[in-house]
């Protein structure tokens, strides 16, 4: 299994400003996600980080706005920049581990 | 990736057994079938997986016909604390390199 903790939990911003998100694993993983989860809507996958390699940003992200950092197997950022109140959403960080994949408890952005 | 598709919604009582099911037509051959349930400010968490026939663990039961075309989760006993979104998924297992595509998913309220 694995245990997934995110900095900060939620936070507030202004427009314009940036927010780095922290994701921590209690073990080392490959395979690492971060994902959005707009208010009552479902998961959709923003990219993927492998250790190693250059985050795979999935249609409609682009790394400009959501650059990320996978330095090691157990830790990555995820990086909101120039947000708007649209990026207003709880973002995830997921990794797979022993075949099933693990999900952090979110960070909960709100953007004025 | 298979599509999915499963109610928006479903209610039901404390003590009941609940069952969810789940359309996947086009499941691949490698595909497994599986089950998160996500409470409010939490990530989804995993609750069950199988490939075919039935799989029963200590929270759920997961049947799935020969054709695979389709799966039902079984939620024995409900209580109100199962009040949740359940997502059914197709996929490599564990998710694979492309990690889980998310539905809309079942919105589960359990009454008194």
């Known amino acids: 299994s694995a245990v997934i903790s995110q900095k900060p939990s939620r936070d507030i911003c202004q427009r314009g400003t940036s927010l780095t998100i922290q994701c921590q694993v209690d073990s080392q993983v490959t395979m690492m996600f971060w994902y959005r989860q707009q208010p009552g809507q479902s998961l959709t996958l923003i990219a993927t980080a492998n250790q190693g390699s250059e985050a795979t940003y999935e249609s409609g992200f682009v790394i400009d706005k959501f650059p990320i950092s996978r330095p090691n197997l157990t830790f990555s950022t995820l990086t909101v920049s120039n947000m708007s109140p649209e990026d207003s959403s709880i973002y995830l960080c997921?990794?797979?581990?022993?075949?099933?994949?693990?999900f952090g408890p979110g960070t909960r952005l709100t953007v004025l | 990736l298979a599509k999915t598709t499963q109610p928006i919604s479903m209610d039901s009582y404390e003590g009941q057994e609940v069952n969810i099911t789940c359309s996947h037509n086009?499941?691949?051959?490698?595909?497994?079938i599986t089950w998160y349930q996500q409470f409010p400010s939490q990530g989804p968490r995993f609750i069950i997986q199988?490939?075919?026939t039935k799989v029963t663990n200590e929270v759920a039961s997961l049947f799935i016909p020969a054709d695979r075309k389709s799966s039902t989760l079984s939620l024995p006993r409900v209580s109100l604390s199962d009040t949740a979104v359940y997502y059914c998924?197709?996929?490599?297992?564990?998710?694979?390199?492309?990690?889980?595509?998310f539905g809309k998913g079942t919105h589960l309220i359990i009454q008194p």
């Open positions: 199988g490939y075919k």
């Open positions: 997921s990794v797979v581990s022993d075949n099933e994949q693990f």
């Open positions: 998924l197709v996929g490599a297992l564990g998710g694979g390199a492309d990690g889980l595509t």
């Open positions: 086009n499941i691949a051959t490698n595909d497994y």
